[in-house]
């Protein structure tokens, strides 16, 4: 993980099936995974990738993390906040920032409005993507993560 994604992670005070529930009704599905504690999941349409990775969390709750290729088009970015807003509607919770332009973001529910969160979001994906195309060029798909520098021909 690094420059080619924007990530968020997030603690969130709800139940785990209640969690995982949310992300299907959005039209997350399960992807194969590895790692028997976590669940990854993925939205996949024919413009864009956001993925998905949810675990117990360690003082009870649901940690996840919710991330998207910055060569996926700005039409994932709405979709993204979209996510994250109606995880934040679960209940309390804490938010960071796994990647962005300013480190040490965070915003929790009691002091942080769901609003503030979309607003800084929208700020640091459209940031770093102007940062990754500035570097790789402009050239956009629906990318998974562990895709992107494959996609604009790196490796």
């Known amino acids: 993980m690094g420059f080619e994604a924007i990530s968020v992670g997030l603690e969130l005070d709800s139940a785990y099936a209640e969690t995982l529930s949310l992300l299907s009704s959005l039209g997350f599905a399960v992807a194969p995974s590895q790692d028997r504690d976590t669940v990854r999941l993925e939205y996949i349409n024919e413009q864009f ?20 290729a910055l060569c996926n088009p700005p039409a994932a970015d709405a979709f993204l906040v979209f996510v994250v807003d109606k995880l934040l509607s679960l209940g309390p919770f804490r938010l960071w920032f796994m990647t962005s332009l300013r480190p040490g973001i965070k915003f929790d529910s009691v002091a942080s409005s769901k609003n503030e969160v979309a607003a800084v ?9 102007s940062k990754w195309q500035s570097a790789f060029g ?18």
Not at 140 to 147: E, L, N
């Open 49 to 68: 990738i956001v993925e998905a990775a949810i675990s117990h969390g360690t003082k009870g709750g649901v940690e996840l993390r919710i991330e998207q």
């Open 121 to 129: 979001l929208y700020e640091q994906v459209s940031g770093l993507r």
């Open 138 to 155: 402009n050239k956009t798909g629906a990318v998974r993560v562990a895709q992107a520098y494959s996609f604009i021909g790196l490796i």
